[in-house]
């Protein structure tokens, strides 16, 4: 039995709830980190490499309540989410939605007041416990900004997971592009909040997914988890009360400790059935 953890994206309160959630879900006596293969988009690229790389889960809780350090700050507010939705729902299929979207990425990173790439890369060196990858099956997804491509990065070639996690956390019109192998790469929600028919083969997937709207039918949680084969699944977004703490900016560190308490206290209320999915208990 093959099982897979898909951790979707979500900003800094979405590494935070999935984080609690996680916790939570262990806590109970579900333990997600044992998955066979772990994808991560955006947020959960963060979350998946740093318990493949063997970090504790109950530490990367505490860290999630103690007090934000000074970092580079950002928003994802109204105006922005609302540019980046327009982009992606005028007509055109999906990979011309994405292609789009990246090109506004790669101009808005052209500005002079910008933040630099390798200033993003060394905030995600900041969080993670190694450069190189786990010996273990992790995927992390992004989105090629000139071509729409999604892009799956898992330690096969010259990337090392640092990079890769970075271009998967590169927003469009917030952080820039992140070049990996000559190419130009942005978050791989740019595609799907979750991406978790890259989960395609594992009997068994859960996912968590902070963000689970879809801006596409086909790339649809729904539909991107019957493109896995899986025989059993199950879907975990935020309730009222871990919405109320997340907030509305996702990128807003002060959020954090609330959004993984949030996530934790949900845990009661999804794990039988995540448990039902993850072990057929």
Not at 36 to 55: N, R
């Amino acid at each position: 039995m093959t099982r897979a953890l898909v951790l979707g994206g979500g900003g800094i309160t979405g590494i935070a709830w999935e984080i609690g959630l996680l916790l939570g879900l262990r806590d109970a006596g579900v333990d997600l980190t044992a998955a066979d293969t772990v994808v991560g988009t955006s947020a959960g690229s963060v979350v998946g490499a740093q318990l493949a790389c063997g970090l504790d889960l109950r530490e990367m809780y505490d860290a999630q309540l103690a007090r934000p350090e000074t970092g580079i700050g950002a928003s994802f507010g109204r105006l922005t989410m609302l540019r980046y939705a327009a982009l992606l729902m005028v007509p055109g299929d999906d990979a011309t939605r994405r292609r789009r979207l990246g090109r506004a990425s790669v101009r808005a990173a052209g500005r002079h007041d910008a933040v630099r790439p390798e200033e993003r890369v060394a905030v995600i060196e900041a969080v993670l416990p190694t450069s190189s990858w786990p010996d273990r099956d992790l995927r992390v997804t992004a989105v090629d900004a000139d071509t729409g491509e999604l892009v799956v990065l898992d330690g096969h070639g010259d990337v090392d997971l640092v990079r890769a996690v970075a271009s998967s956390c590169a927003v469009p019109l917030v952080w820039p592009p992140v070049p990996v192998d000559g190419r130009r790469l942005v978050d791989g929600g740019a595609r799907s909040g979750t991406n978790a028919d890259v989960a395609t083969g594992a009997e068994r997937v859960v996912v968590l997914a902070p963000l689970p709207r879809s801006f596409s039918r086909r790339q649809s949680i729904p539909a991107q988890l019957a493109r896995t084969g899986a025989r059993a699944t199950a879907v975990v977004s935020p309730d009222e009360a871990s919405l109320a703490a997340i907030g509305r900016n996702v990128l807003d560190p002060a959020q954090r400790a609330a959004s993984a308490r949030a996530g934790r206290v949900q845990a009661a209320s999804v794990g039988a059935d995540v448990a039902r999915a993850w072990t057929g208990g």
